[in-house]
Structures are given as structure tokens and as C-alpha cells.
T-cell receptor, first 112, second 114 residues
Framework: QKEVEQNSGPLSVPEGAIASLNCTYSDRGSQSFFWYRQYSGKSPELIMSIYSNGDKEDGRFTAQLNKASQYVSLLIRDSQPSDSATYLCAVPQRQAGTALIFGKGTTLSVSS | DAGVTQSPTHLIKTRGQHVTLRCSPISGHKSVSWYQQVLGQGPQFIFQYYEKEERGRGNFPDRFSARQFPNYSSELNVNALLLGDSALYLC?????????????FGQGTRLTVV
């Protein structure tokens, strides 16, 4: 059974700090990785995709991928209270089309 | 452009009843996937359809079924509802069917079974 693991948190950081969210996956052959943000009571929103080892930056968000260690992380710089949400890591389940396997999510709380 | 639209947004059903949830993908997207999300968990994959063909099925009982129409919209049907079927049901739309394809979610349907 392919798995995606995340620390459920909550992760609490002060406004302006860097929030670091981590995710590990079991399928060594995985090639694509996605981060979603989910506000309470809402649906997941895609915020980052990463396919190659290294870093990918988009505004205040940086995704980091290390395939050898089978982990992917999301850094949020200059955290804002509006970043308070649950962050979901997702990896395609290669044996079922492009269906995504999600971690349980990490809840981030940014205090002002 | 309209995003993924799901209907209804909220639904209350009684145990044993049947329910149909609907999804319209982003214009031009040919793949639709369905997920179930219970409180405190990540979404769990139920079905994927691409070009009207089933491409994948998650570990859900046969009470769950789905289909995709020629206009790429999709329905999820659940028969003989159980209390445990209460969840947020999410539809995700994708342009294609490759592993690097990004998926975009609708607002979800909140199903409560009483």
C-alpha cells in the first residue's frame, strides 16, 4: 500500500516567520508531487507542483524535493495569519491512472 | 473561466437511501476524479474517469459507482447509504491523464447521513 506521511501538527509560527512543512512517501518511483492548501470547511486548493529534485519557488512558497530520501517539503516565508490552514501533500498513485494519494495534512497556525 | 462546479453543495439523506452527486470539470479538461474526505483525514480516492472510461477505482464498496458523460461531466452514485458515508465528497478535474497532470478541486458536496 503506497503511503504519504505528514506530521499532523498543529504547527504554530509567529507572523513573519518561516513555516516548514514536511512530507515523506513510500513509492520510490514517484515522479510528481503536489501541495494543496485547505481552509477549514473548504476544498483543497493547489498551490505548488514539483517534479525534479531541488527547489521550486513561487512567491513566498518554496517546494523542495529529495527523491533519494523520499521526502518533499514546503517552506512558507514571511508567514501571514491568512496562511493558517491545513496543508496536504499528494502523490499520484501510479497503478490507478493519475489518482492522488494524500497525506493526512499538517495544520498550520500563524499568530499575529 | 468557470472552475470545477459540484452540485449540490449540501445534502442530508437517511440511512438506506440513494444519492447522486454531480460534477462539471473545467472547460477543456477530460479527466474527472472523485474523492471522499472525512474530518481530520486527507481525501481518499474513489474513482477516476478519462475520456468517459474508468481509469482507476479506490478501495470502496460496490455501493459506490460513477460515470462520465460525453460532455465530460460526471456523476457519483452511492446506494444503501450508511452513517459512515457522511463526508465531504470532492470532484477533481484534470486536463489529461499523465502522472504530472495537475488536479483542481470543486467546492465539494457535504453529505450527511442520518
Amino acid at each position: 500500500q503506497k503511503e504519504v506521511e505528514q506530521n499532523s501538527g498543529p504547527l504554530s509560527v509567529p507572523e513573519g516567520a518561516i513555516a516548514s512543512l514536511n512530507c515523506t512517501y513510500s513509492d520510490r518511483g514517484s515522479q510528481s508531487f503536489f501541495w494543496y492548501r485547505q481552509y477549514s470547511g473548504k476544498s483543497p486548493e493547489l498551490i505548488m507542483s514539483i517534479y525534479s529534485n531541488g527547489d521550486k519557488e513561487d512567491g513566498r512558497f518554496t517546494a523542495q524535493l529529495n527523491k533519494a530520501s523520499q521526502y518533499v517539503s514546503l517552506l512558507i516565508r514571511d508567514s501571514q495569519p491568512s496562511d493558517s490552514a491545513t496543508y496536504l501533500c499528494a502523490v499520484p498513485q501510479r497503478q490507478a491512472g493519475t489518482a492522488l494519494i494524500f497525506g493526512k495534512g499538517t495544520t498550520l497556525s500563524v499568530s499575529s | 473561466d468557470a472552475g470545477v462546479t459540484q452540485s449540490p453543495t449540501h445534502l442530508i439523506k437517511t440511512r438506506g437511501q440513494h444519492v447522486t452527486l454531480r460534477c462539471s470539470p473545467i472547460s477543456g479538461h477530460k479527466s474527472v476524479s472523485w474523492y471522499q474526505q472525512v474530518l481530520g483525514q486527507g481525501p481518499q480516492f474513489i474513482f477516476q474517469y478519462y475520456e468517459k472510461e474508468e481509469r482507476g477505482r479506490g478501495n470502496f464498496p460496490d455501493r459506490f459507482s460513477a460515470r462520465q458523460f460525453p460532455n465530460y461531466s460526471s456523476e457519483l452514485n452511492v446506494n444503501a447509504l450508511l452513517l459512515g458515508d457522511s463526508a465531504l465528497y470532492l470532484c477533481a478535474s484534470s486536463l489529461g491523464d499523465t502522472l504530472n497532470t495537475e488536479a483542481f478541486f470543486g467546492q465539494g458536496t457535504r453529505l450527511t447521513v442520518v
